[in-house]
Each structure stands twice: as structure tokens, then as C-alpha cells.
């Protein structure tokens, strides 16, 4: 229970083998802190009776409100075991699933984890989802079951319950873990099975196809959790008792006579102990047993329990003497039951010797870092490890080893930036006088009171003779200077005293990381690299020796910086220090300006940049922020700029339309972020609008059936009273529109006409664009590349299996007549190149594939090269904002049907060819042209853009025939084919059936039967759709699954507490896109629609209710009545 000094801390820190990295892991509210909180008390940090109500790593005052971690925070502790030292960082992370990103970022710098699971609750969604983090990062869990007081007080099982209840969530979470680790063998098999394919070419019938090879010879028992294995520990965090069961073991084996070995092996499963025999037998459930588990452990844990709950005196003077326990009074007449078995338990299992225990025998320290996760880190995208240069395969070597030598290159992480205030830094903290100050103040204070007196005196006594007291006035006149001299450092004092509070108010930010090799000294100079920094070029322009010291060409996502500062993380505390050998976590200050949210740093340039974090939860939630005094505008962008540094998750951007706009994961981060953004980072009073909800747009097929369900064309239509303005002023003169929703439009100049349709995709489909997103932007970076001519470093022939596989997808999904050889003609997919939509051409005469990269590159001249990315610019364009209520495209096809280009067009692109003959020419004739172009209507301007698009405008060619001057209104060609394409894809999307698409989350509700009904009603008024329900084994709590539109959640969750009285409580995380069944423009049209709906059909339109709201937020025309049918009030009494 003694405080470590800091020395020592330094001295473990030395030695890595006894090193053990781990951070705590668990659902909300199942007690990560309580337990971190149980550990540091064990080191006399805080005192064991505030263990559990403290919360010490809960550091910030709405975590302590609210009750829940919202931030990671890390610890060192010390801890002995026989007469080895440890050194264990503990991180503890929040469970809730807003801000799952504090997880990465702690999981990345970890070698084990902690997960805690709830006795009474079980596995709940976001034990899976930390469970899952922890198996993609490599690192191996240990698990503690907690709160199993609360099957003894709450629910009220007999041992023989609980033991059956236990085992059962030991099973489920197993399940989880055996579901991980089943796709991760299957996976590593389907590779290896392309590989081998690639290389003997079997007649197809020899193959015999067997989904369980692989996973019988693989070897997992070690990934499972059991209690024999020593990786699972039973303990009540808040009670302050845990064990595991090998404590249990040596206990009996001296009473029994059993070896430990063997009790180990027996004390958990279906094994009994026959008295008589003094043997252990198995089965115990056919014999109608006890388990030894219940008979040894549970049964005494529960006698305790009763004892102190009934207050049974002579009972608990037993149980406490027999333990060899010692009880103080204060404890043994207190009130409250709860403070004396903690009492007792604490003395008895202490949870912080079984934890820390379990935490060194089981989690590997950093020099038992496995190949595999060093792989895995230093592989960005999907470039694999083979494919990076040699001397960057070299530095594995310096991971595995994970030495502190001087020869060593360092190697650092940083996985977050957290702000600190000024103030708590160990060098602005105040320090204890010496005792030489101490005397020189008393004698400061002594002169400023005697000169106060005598001050006084002077007053009394004027009429004194100055003669007399010339000598007093002369030490006077001394001491005067000698104050002048103090008020003129009393003022120097203040401005250094304003400077001061200046940089106090000021936020630091300090870097958590850890040292992966090497040593990280104080002031020491090294490389940042982005995450975008390749090695393989930088290498080119430096030599792999090079230190961050020397004078350095410019490497992109690269720069030098110095580690000024090095701090034991201690929960609130920092200490200061001179240097970190490897496999430690760390705070480095003074990196504020060189990382942003994560960076690897190294002092070799061949170090590749690890891989990003992966975050669970995707932030969904907007708001625009903008400052209540329009002048504070500065302070709010710079705190916005702090606040996307402090916040792993959150993303702050600025709209087209100028808001300043934050995007966050849920209600709780939302509100998190803005209140820091008030007190701490602008310091400013913010005004923030509603959520911006996201929407997406997209076509349908035509119904089968109106809204009375009804089939379509087989009832009479009546004259429709109000027909639907929309239907006569959605397409102008000038665009033709057939009947099964072809549209054809000519460019201003009528030298290019388009044929569009839009067609929507298959869901799978749209699906399959959404996951493969970074695959396609890939294709796209691939084939600009081979445009250019460049000579791209060897495309990976991993990425390229997987663009085939994805086209295979693609065909796979896109079959039947209409959608014939449709895979090869995909021109472009959008909005950005890389969305859910796709542009198809099917015209005559041009080829062109987004599948160059794999080597189908198709270099023709025809008359349409020129223009084609004009019209790819006009889809990206139409596919960014719909015409509903300009929110992106999703799911949509558009196919160009026919483009035809006249005589003047092809006269543009004739010319384009011969340019290379007239080139010196033409830059002249448009240097002259710049210069005289005020005269003809022309800017400066246009004839840079005509180059710059690689068109010409159409009047310099056709000037010296004085043919054509039609094109110099209008602008560049180019540019008018973009809007004419924009145009065409619009009417061709409002001449199919339109939708609305919502964003949904995915809603887990855990209540009780009593309050079931209750959150139903919440959840059908706001529009949700219960998937499933099913009762938790063993308890009375339901777990309800839902699904919720995005729009209808915001203050979800406070509104199922209030009705349940904090019964039941959800978790929101994003899902998908889902189309809304409604026709936002649905008019009645046929007489029993007029019966049903009534003639204005003003019934709630959800589809049309959030278009409008879209549409108003952004300034569109709503059309809406404000008042129909007005008409004065009249009272029947006449006024008097």
C-alpha cells in the first residue's frame, strides 16, 4: 500500500520483460472504472475505502455527473509477485458506444486487455464490439466477471444457479471469441486456395470442397477463456474481492490432500468430490451433486454474503477468525453491511492481487510481440509486407526485439493527442520554498511593516524639528530607492504575472503513445510521418542512415520535430521525465503542432507509417456552430481546430455554404464536444442549430399498386380537381421525355445532343459499391496514372485480385436482359469517383473502361475522346445533389444512350488532333486574343479554362471561315456539355418514381417485462421497427432489436429512461440507408384514393415532411400553404 516513488517507476520501466501494457474493455456501466479504481488503490494512490465511489481515472466533471468514462486514461502501476517486479500501464477506456473510438486509440498502444462482463447482464453488444477490436489489434484478453454480488443480493440464485448462470456466459462469450477466430481461419484459407490455384491448374472435377478443413488442424484452445487456463477471474469489483480459481486450489489442496494440480484442472467443470474416498469423480450432474466449484468456492462466498446481510455476530467472528482476518472496530459497527464485507472480502481475495496476477501471468509484455501484429502494423492498405523495401523489412527485427540499445532506431506511436490544462504540467506546478526563500520573504515582510509604522509615526508628528532626525530622513531617502526599486519589479512581476496567466489559460497538448523500439529521450530530434508517407519514395531522395539532424530535401508527409517533453502518465497526475525505453506508454509534450490526431515517429526515414485505427462507430450526427457575437468568429474556428485535434472521432468541416459544421457519433459526444468547445477550447457562447440530418435520393421501380392497394390502371381515374403543379412544370421546352423515361437534350448551341435514362440498381449492388468504396478509389488513382503515361510502381498483385473479385461481384449481381455486358461499359461511378452510382454508356463508336487497370486499356481516337470527361463531370455533378432536395444520389444508374456530336463538334476535335502540328501558333493567336478579347464578348478567363479542359473554343477555329459565331454567347464547349449532362440526368431521375432514403441506426434495448410495453410506445411514435425480441437466460431482462431513422432519435434515449423510470436504456449505433416507402410528390388521383385520403389528402406525408425540411434548411423553395381556407371568426352571440 506504498506510494511508488517516480525513480522507481523509472527503474521497472528499464527492465521490458516485466513490463505488461493493458487497458480495461467493456459494455457501459459494467464497472471498468470501479475495477481500475480497485488496482490503484492497491499502489496507495487513492484509499481503499473510496475505491468504487472515487472513479480517479473519471477526470473530467460531466464523466463524474453523467457516471460513464468518455475518455481513456492511463496509469502506472507497481506490483510484486514473489520476487518479481512488475510495471502494469493500465488504460482504462469507456463502454459507451459513442465514443468506441477511445478504444482503438487505447487498444493500438496495449499488449493485453481486460474484459469485464456484467454477472447479471452477460454479453451485450458492445462486449462484441470491444471484443472484436481487440482481436483485430493482436492483443491478447483476459476476462473478469464482475458484479456477482449482484446474483447473491439482486437475484437472489443459489450458488447452484449462479455457477449454472456463470458457465453460461463463460459460453457465450467463448461464442463470440470461436465466431472471430472461424472467419479469420476461413479467410487465411480461401488465400491460400487462389494462391494454389495460381499455381497448379487442376481439372475443375478433382477439387472436393470442405468447409472444416483448416479448422481442425488449427490450434485455438489458447484463445479461449476458462478458467483452468488462469485467464478468468470471478470478482465484485465494488466489494472489493476477486479470484481466480488457482487461489482456491492451493487453499484446498492442503485441507484435502488433493494436489493443486489436479484440483486446478477439476475446480471448474462437472466434477464432485466424494467424501468418503477423498477422490474427485466426474459427473456430477447425473449424480445429483454438487458441483466442487458451488461446494468450495460459491457456497462459502455465499454463507460470508448471508452472515453480514442478517447480521449474524457470532457467525461473521467465526468466518473472520477462521480466515485469520483482521477486522477494525469502526468496520465490524458500522451501519451499512456493505462497508464490513468489503471489509472482510478485501482482506480476504483482494481483486487487485488475482487481477494483477492473472494480468502477468497471461498478457504477453512487449518483448513477446508476435510477427504477426508487426505485420499487421506496418502494413498500410493493401500493400503486403513482402511488397515493402528492404530496409523497411529490416526494422521488424526492432519491433521483435523491442531492445533499448542506442544502436536501436525509434520507433514511436502516437495514438491520440489529449489537451491538458497548463496548469497541471509538472513544470507550471507550484514547489515548495527553500528554506533560504522562506527566510528572505519573513525578512521582506519585517521591513515592509516596520516602514508602514513608521509611516504612520511621520503623520502624528509633523512639528518635529528636522535637525534632529536628518540622519533617519538620509536611511529614508535609502530605503525609498529601495522601494522604488521593489515597485519597479513589483510592476515586471505583473507583466511576467500576466504572461503568465495567459499561458496558464492556454491548453497544452500532450501525445499518448508508446515506444515500440528503441529510446525516446528528451529533446530529441525525429521524423513525423503521416499517414500517407510511403517509404518506398522517400527513400529515393534520402539515404536510410540519414538522422531528423541533418539538412533534408522535402519528403511529402514528412517533417522533423523535437520531443520536448516526456511524462509518466499518472490518471490526473503527470510526472516529469528524461527518457522512455521501449515497450513503455508514454505522454510527449510538445507535439501539438507537428500530429493531429495519431502519427508514427521515427528516427529512420524507412520506418512505414502504421496502420490507421479502426473505429466501430462512424460519426453521423451534424450540427452547424456558429458564435453567439458574431466577432468571436476567430476564437470559435481556432477552438473548433483544438477540439478536432482533442477528439479521435469527431470531424469538423465547413460547408459549401459557409457553416462551420461539427460531426460527431452520437447525442452524448455531441454534447460532449460542444460543452468543451464552450469552457475550454473557444471559450466563447456558441449558438448550434438542429442536427443536419443526411438524407440520400433515389428511383424506384414503378408500383404495382397505389396507396389504397389498389392495382394500377385497373380503376377509374377521376378529373383530378388540384393536379399536381410539379407534373406541368418539371420539364421545359426543349427536352423530350418518352414514355418509358428516355430524355434527350441538346447542349445551348445545338451541336450535341444526350440521350440519358436512369435505371435504379439492385440493392446488392448498391451494397457492393458502398463496402468497396476505397477499392474503387484505388481504380481510380490506377487508371488516372496510366492516362498519364506515368510509371506507377507495380501495381499490387493483392489489390488486383481483389478488383477482379470485385468485378465478378459485379456481374454476378447485374444480370438478366436489361443489364447485359453493363459491367464492361461502366464509365464512371460518383459522386466523387468513388459512390453508390453508376454511369454506363451505350452509344456507338466509343470505348472506354474504369477496368484499365486490369490491363483492358483501350487507347482509341474518336470524336468523343475529347469531351467524355465533360460528361463524367456532369454526372459527378447531378449524382452530388438530386433534384428533390440536393442531397447525393444513391443507387441510381444512369445510362447514356446516345450522344451526338455535329459537324462544328467534330470540327472541335479535328482540330484538337491537328494541334500538335499548330501548337506555337495557336498559343500565340491566344496570347493575342487574351490581349484584345474585351471586344469580343469573350474573357481572359474562358480561353485559359477552353485550355486548361483541353478544348479550344469553338470561335477561334470557325473566326477565319466567318461561319459560326454561336458558340461565344454560351461558353466553352466543355462547359456546356456539363450542364447538359447535369440537366439530362436530373429530368431523367424526375421521370422515374423518386424516393427518399433515411439514415437508420441499429437500436439494443435491455428492459425489464414490466416496462416492455413502454418502450414500444416510444419506439412506434418515433417510427421504429422492432426486428426482434428475445428474454436473457436466467433473468427477466428482454433484449429488444430495432431499427430507427436517424431524424427520429435525437433525444431517444432520454425519452426511454424518463418513460421507464431508467429501467431500460438503448444503444444507437449507425446501420444503413433505407429507402422510405412514401412518394414525397403522391397526389390522390383515383376515386378511392379521394375516399380514403380525402380531397387534400393532408394526412402526414413522412417522405414530403423531411424533404421540406431539408429543402428549408437550405434555402429552397418549400411549396406550402400557409393559410387555406381563411375566414373571420364569428361568435353567435352578438357582441354587446
Excluded at 287 to 308: M, R, T
Excluded at 556 to 573: I, S
Excluded at 947 to 955: D, L, M, V, Y
Amino acid at each position: 500500500m506504498v506510494l511508488t516513488s517516480v525513480e522507481k517507476m523509472v527503474g521497472l520501466q528499464k527492465k521490458t520483460s516485466g513490463i505488461r501494457n493493458i487497458c480495461i474493455l467493456a459494455h457501459v456501466d459494467h464497472g471498468k472504472t470501479t475495477l481500475a479504481d480497485c488496482l490503484i488503490s492497491s499502489n496507495g494512490i487513492i484509499s481503499s475505502r473510496l475505491a468504487g465511489k472515487l472513479r480517479y481515472l473519471d477526470s473530467r466533471e460531466d464523466e463524474q455527473i453523467r457516471g460513464i468514462t468518455m475518455k481513456s486514461s492511463a496509469i502506472s502501476l507497481h506490483f510484486v509477485k514473489g520476487d518479481q517486479e512488475y510495471l502494469i500501464n493500465l488504460i482504462d477506456s469507456p463502454g459507451h458506444v459513442d465514443f468506441s473510438s477511445e478504444v482503438s486509440t487505447a487498444v493500438r498502444l496495449c499488449d493485453g486487455c481486460i474484459i469485464v462482463v456484467d454477472a447479471v447482464e452477460g454479453v451485450c453488444p458492445q462486449t462484441q464490439a470491444v471484443l472484436r477490436q481487440a482481436w483485430l489489434e493482436n492483443i491478447r484478453p483476459v476476462l473478469v466477471i464482475n458484479k456477482i454480488d449482484r446474483l447473491i443480493v439482486e437475484l437472489k440464485l443459489t450458488p447452484q444457479e449462479a455457477y449454472l448462470h456463470l458457465k453460461n456466459i463463460l459460453e457465450q462469450i467463448n461464442a463470440v471469441t470461436g465466431a472471430l477466430f472461424t472467419s479469420k481461419v476461413l479467410e487465411e484459407r480461401a488465400e491460400k486456395e487462389t494462391e494454389s490455384e495460381n499455381v497448379s491448374d487442376t481439372a475443375p472435377g478433382d477439387q472436393i470442397y470442405d468447409w472444416s478443413t483448416g479448422l481442425e488442424d488449427t490450434d485455438d484452445s489458447h484463445l479461449y477463456f476458462s478458467p483452468e487456463h488462469g485467464n478468468v477471474v470471478f470478482a465484485s469489483a465494488i466489494d472489493g474481492w476477486g479470484f481466480g480459481i488457482e487461489h482456491f486450489a492451493k487453499l484446498y489442496s492442503q485441507k484435502i490432500g488433493i494436489k493443486p494440480t489436479v484440483l486446478l484442472k477439476t475446480l471448474w467443470g462437472d466434477y464432485y468430490l466424494n467424501t468418503k474416498a477423498k477422490k474427485i469423480m466426474k459427473g456430477d450432474q447425473s449424480k445429483g451433486k454438487k458441483p466442487l466449484f458451488v461446494q468450495l468456492v460459491l457456497d462459502n462466498i455465499w454463507s460470508l454474503y448471508e452472515a453480514v446481510m442478517k447480521r449474524d455476530k457470532e457467525k461473521i467472528e467465526k468466518i473472520v477468525t477462521s480466515l485469520g482476518l483482521k477486522i477494525g472496530p469502526r468496520e465490524s459497527r458500522h451501519a451499512d453491511p456493505k462497508v464490513q464485507l468489503n471489509a472482510i472480502c478485501s482482506q480476504w481475495l483482494p481483486i487487485s492481487d488475482a487481477v494483477l496476477s492473472m494480468v502477468c501471468n497471461k498478457v504477453p509484455s512487449p518483448l513477446d510481440i508476435t510477427a504477426e501484429r508487426v505485420e499487421k502494423l506496418m502494413c498500410v492498405g493493401a500493400r503486403t509486407f513482402d511488397s515493402l523495401p528492404p530496409e523497411t523489412q529490416e526494422l521488424k527485427s526492432a519491433f521483435m526485439k523491442c531492445s533499448s540499445e542506442g544502436t536501436a532506431p525509434v520507433i514511436v506511436f502516437v495514438s491520440k493527442m489529449f489537451p491538458v490544462d497548463s496548469k497541471a504540467l509538472p513544470q507550471n506546478k507550484p514547489r515548495p520554498l527553500t528554506q533560504e526563500e522562506i527566510a528572505h520573504r519573513r525578512e521582506l515582510a519585517k521591513r515592509r511593516h516596520a516602514e508602514k509604522l513608521a509611516a504612520s509615526q511621520g503623520k502624528e508628528l509633523p512639528e518635529e524639528p528636522p535637525s534632529e532626525n536628518s540622519s533617519e530622513v538620509a536611511g529614508n531617502t535609502g530605503d525609498r530607492k529601495g522601494e522604488e526599486q521593489q515597485l519597479t519589479g513589483q510592476g515586471d512581476s505583473m507583466t511576467s504575472k500576466a504572461v503568465k496567466e495567459e499561458t496558464e489559460n492556454k491548453e497544452s497538448f500532450i501525445a499518448f503513445a508508446r515506444v515500440f523500439s528503441g529510446v525516446a529521450k528528451r529533446g530529441q530530434k525525429i521524423f513525423v510521418l503521416g499517414p500517407k508517407y510511403d517509404p518506398a519514395e522517400s527513400l529515393h531522395k534520402l539515404s536510410a542512415q540519414c538522422s531528423p539532424t541533418s539538412d533534408l530535401p522535402v519528403v511529402p508527409h514528412m517533417t522533423c520535430c523535437t520531443l520536448e517533453n516526456l511524462y509518466l502518465l499518472m490518471g490526473r497526475e503527470l510526472e516529469d521525465l528524461e527518457e522512455v525505453p521501449a515497450g513503455n506508454v508514454l505522454g510527449i509534450g510538445g507535439l501539438q503542432d507537428f500530429v493531429l490526431k495519431s502519427a508514427t515517429l521515427s528516427t529512420s526515414p524507412a520506418c512505414p507509417p502504421f496502420t490507421p485505427l479502426n473505429f466501430e462507430a462512424t460519426p453521423i450526427v451534424r450540427v452547424a456552430v456558429e458564435p453567439k457575437h458574431p466577432s468571436e468568429m476567430p476564437q470559435l474556428v481556432r477552438g473548433m481546430k483544438l477540439l478536432n485535434q482533442a477528439d479521435p472521432c469527431v470531424q469538423v468541416l465547413i460547408q459549401e455554404t459557409g457553416e462551420h459544421v461539427l460531426v460527431t457519433a452520437g447525442e452524448v459526444h455531441l454534447q460532449r464536444c460542444l460543452d468543451d468547445l464552450r469552457e475550454r477550447f473557444a471559450k466563447v457562447q456558441i449558438s448550434v442549430s438542429a442536427p443536419i440530418i443526411p438524407f440520400r435520393e433515389t428511383i424506384t421501380r414503378p408500383p404495382k399498386v397505389d396507396m389504397v392497394n389498389e392495382e394500377i390502371g385497373k380503376q377509374q381515374k377521376v378529373a383530378v380537381i388540384h393536379q399536381t403543379k410539379e407534373d406541368q412544370n418539371k420539364i421545359p421546352e426543349g427536352v423530350q421525355v418518352d414514355s418509358d423515361g428516355l430524355v434527350t437534350i441538346s447542349t445551348p448551341n445545338k451541336q450535341a445532343t444526350l440521350s440519358v435514362r436512369a435505371m435504379p440498381l439492385p440493392e446488392e449492388v448498391t451494397r457492393l459499391l458502398e463496402e468497396n468504396s476505397d477499392l474503387i478509389r484505388t481504380m481510380e488513382q490506377l487508371s488516372t496514372s496510366l492516362n498519364e503515361d506515368k510509371k506507377t510502381h507495380e501495381i499490387n498483385q493483392k489489390t488486383l485480385d481483389r478488383i477482379k473479385e470485385f468485378k465478378q461481384k459485379l456481374e454476378k449481381n447485374l444480370q438478366g436482359r436489361k443489364w447485359r455486358n453493363a459491367v464492361d461499359q461502366i464509365w464512371s461511378f460518383g459522386p466523387r469517383k468513388c459512390g453508390p452510382n453508376i454511369l454506363l454508356y451505350n452509344f456507338e463508336g466509343y470505348k472506354r473502361s474504369v477496368w484499365q487497370c486490369l490491363g483492358t486499356t483501350v487507347k482509341e481516337v474518336s470524336k468523343y475522346r475529347d469531351f467524355d470527361n465533360s460528361i463524367v463531370s456532369g454526372f459527378q455533378l447531378a449524382t452530388l445533389s438530386g433534384p428533390m432536395c440536393e442531397e447525393p444520389l444513391m443507387g441510381v444508374c444512369f445510362i447514356v444512350e446516345k450522344w451526338e456530336i455535329n459537324k462544328v463538334g467534330d470540327m472541335l476535335s479535328t482540330s484538337r488532333q491537328d494541334s500538335g502540328e499548330n501548337d506555337a501558333t495557336e498559343h500565340q493567336q491566344n496570347e493575342d486574343n487574351t490581349l484584345g478579347s474585351t471586344d469580343e464578348g469573350h474573357s481572359a478567363n474562358e480561353h485559359q479554362d477552353g485550355n486548361q479542359s483541353g478544348t479550344e473554343s469553338p470561335e477561334k477555329i470557325s473566326k477565319p471561315k466567318g461561319e459560326l459565331s454561336l458558340a461565344d454567347c454560351y461558353g466553352p464547349f466543355s462547359g456546356q456539355l456539363i450542364a447538359t449532362m447535369k440537366e439530362a440526368c436530373r429530368y431523367a431521375l424526375q421521370a422515374k418514381p423518386q424516393r427518399l432514403m433515411a439514415a437508420m441506426y441499429t437500436c439494443e434495448i435491455m428492459a425489464t417485462a414490466e416496462v416492455l410495453g413502454r418502450v414500444y410506445a416510444v419506439l412506434s411514435k418515433r417510427e421504429g421497427r422492432v426486428l426482434q425480441e428475445e428474454m436473457k437466460e436466467g433473468t427477466d431482462v428482454f433484449i429488444i432489436k430495432a431499427v430507427l431513422p436517424v431524424a427520429e432519435s435525437f433525444g431517444f434515449a432520454d425519452e426511454i429512461r424518463k418513460r421507464t423510470s431508467g429501467l431500460a436504456s438503448p444503444q444507437l449505433v449507425f446501420s444503413h440507408w433505407e429507402i422510405i416507402s412514401s412518394d414525397p410528390f403522391w397526389v390522390p388521383t383515383t376515386e378511392e384514393e379521394y375516399l380514403h385520403f380525402g380531397e387534400k389528402a393532408d394526412s402526414e406525408n413522412q417522405a414530403r415532411k423531411y424533404m421540406n425540411a431539408v429543402r428549408k434548411r437550405k434555402g429552397l423553395y418549400v411549396e406550402e400553404k400557409i393559410v387555406e381556407h381563411a375566414e373571420k371568426q364569428r361568435t353567435l352571440s352578438r357582441n354587446k
